[in-house]
């Protein structure tokens, strides 16, 4: 009966068996991609929080300088019309010096002045709607009525339409012709001269003028009207 031997000092045999003490190789890492900094958007991001925070500041303090100023009260006031105090009524607004407000501490000067235009009811004044009657650049002789018109463009001197200039003012009347006949028109008539009291700057002038009082109902049913300048 024979027996195995081994060879004193011969290498163990290397098995691959569940028992095998050999480390095998670890898992195998991800390569990681490094973040790209952008300080360009940082910065402009810090930028907008300032500009934010420098808006709501001016915003602030422009909010808490206010002024007081006048503003036409519940009834609207015809251009034309004289002025007194009692018509307007306080407000509060934000300062702003492009915009010419009548203060209210001067509603008592505008006792005796007209008006450009008409001031419309709630509206905020302006120096610019206002005309001066006290100072006799506008006069009412009398027997002479205050009305307002409507001018074509074309119809007067442009750039010479000035507040208390005095003007020769024709009519043109068309009347209608009955079963199918034609229009007559009676061609342009002298009504006198007449004073522009208010206008306002669109193309088909609208205006208030001083006129004599017998000619209030002819101007009133004319189709068309023309003024005229003389030197």
Known sequence: MSKDRTTPGAAAPTGAGPFAGGRGAGPTRLPTTTRERKPAL???AVLLILAGALATMLLVNRSGNRISVVKVGGTSIAAGSKLSADQFEEA??????SIKYVLWSQVGQLNNQVTYNTLVKGSLLTTDMLGN???GTVDFPPGSSLMGIQIKQGRYPTQ???IGDKFTLYTDTVTAGGNGQQSTSTGWQSQGTVTLVARDNADTMTATISV???KVLAIANATDL???KSY
């Open 133 to 135: 009657q006290s100072n």
């Open 212 to 214: 004599p009082t017998d």
């Open 160 to 162: 010479q339409m000035n």
């Open 42 to 44: 940082a910065a402009l």
């Open 226 to 228: 023309m003024l005229t």
């Open 92 to 97: 509060s607004v934000a300062a702003d010096s």
